[in-house]
């Protein structure tokens, strides 16, 4: 993400999947609105977090390494 810029959680896009800030600043916030920080090295697993934003509030681009395993199913 660009700095400042936003984007909405949508759960399915992050389904069993672990994420890691690469660089920059990512910030989360809660559907009761409720915001937390996390910087270069941050280890998260969104699952069962009712997210409402993910954004970048640094200065500088936000990487973010996503990493899932592969279904069976699919």
Same mark, same amino acid.
């Given at each position: 993400?660009?700095?400042?810029e936003?984007v909405?959680y949508r759960?399915a896009?992050?389904a069993?999947?672990f994420v890691?800030?690469?660089?920059?600043?990512?910030?989360i916030?809660?559907g009761?609105?409720v915001r937390?920080?996390?910087g270069?090295?941050?280890m998260?697993a969104?699952a069962? %977090?009712n !997210?409402r934003? /993910?954004r970048?509030?640094? *200065?500088e681009? %936000?990487? !973010?390494r996503? /990493?899932?395993?592969?279904? *069976?199913?699919?």
């Amino acid at each position: 993400l660009a700095p400042l810029e936003e984007v909405e959680y949508r759960r399915a896009d992050w389904a069993d999947t672990f994420v890691v800030v690469d660089r920059g600043n990512l910030e989360i916030e809660c559907g009761t609105g409720v915001r937390a920080c996390f910087g270069a090295g941050a280890m998260l697993a969104f699952a069962d %977090l009712n !997210l409402r934003w /993910l954004r970048n509030v640094g *200065s500088e681009p %936000l990487v !973010l390494r996503a /990493l899932s395993r592969i279904r *069976s199913d699919e």
